[in-house]
Nanobody, 119 residues
Framework: QVQLVESGGGLVQAGGSLRLSCAMSGRTSSIYNMGWFRQAPGKEREFVARISWSGGSTAYTDSVKGRFIISRDIAKNTVYLQMNSLLPEDTAVYYC????????????WGQGTQVTVSS
């Protein structure tokens, strides 16, 4: 099992920036890739970004391309989500997730961190 702890959420004005962090512990050697998801009130959870843990390749949902950057620090077992040019519609609880080798879906989840963007 892998434990994930997010941090870095908060309240920011539109146009501002935040950086989320997700610290991993446990069987980190089994990690295939890491992702960020978000869930706004009354909406389903949606994919935001992912990064391959070994190779570093990335992917983003269209609405955050050019504004958000996912990165990882292997030595620190930490994945980051740099969020720039934030919009009110980015307001959500952001979740970090890890997909282990051999799994088709993300099988480890953090508790979430609230991001609120005021207009």
């Amino acid at each position: 099992q892998v434990q994930l702890v997010e941090s870095g959420g908060g309240l920011v004005q539109a146009g501002g920036s935040l950086r989320l962090s997700c610290a991993m512990s446990g069987r980190t050697s089994s990690i295939y890739n890491m992702g960020w998801f978000r869930q706004a009130p009354g909406k389903e959870r949606e994919f935001v970004a992912r990064i391959s843990w070994s190779g570093g390749s990335t992917a983003y949902t269209d609405s955050v391309k050019g504004r958000f950057i996912i990165s990882r620090d292997i030595a620190k077992n930490t994945v980051y989500l740099q969020m720039n040019s934030l919009l009110p519609e980015d307001t959500a609880v952001y979740y970090c997730a890890a997909r282990s080798l051999g799994y088709l879906n993300y099988n480890n989840w953090g508790q979430g961190t609230q991001v609120t963007v005021s207009s």
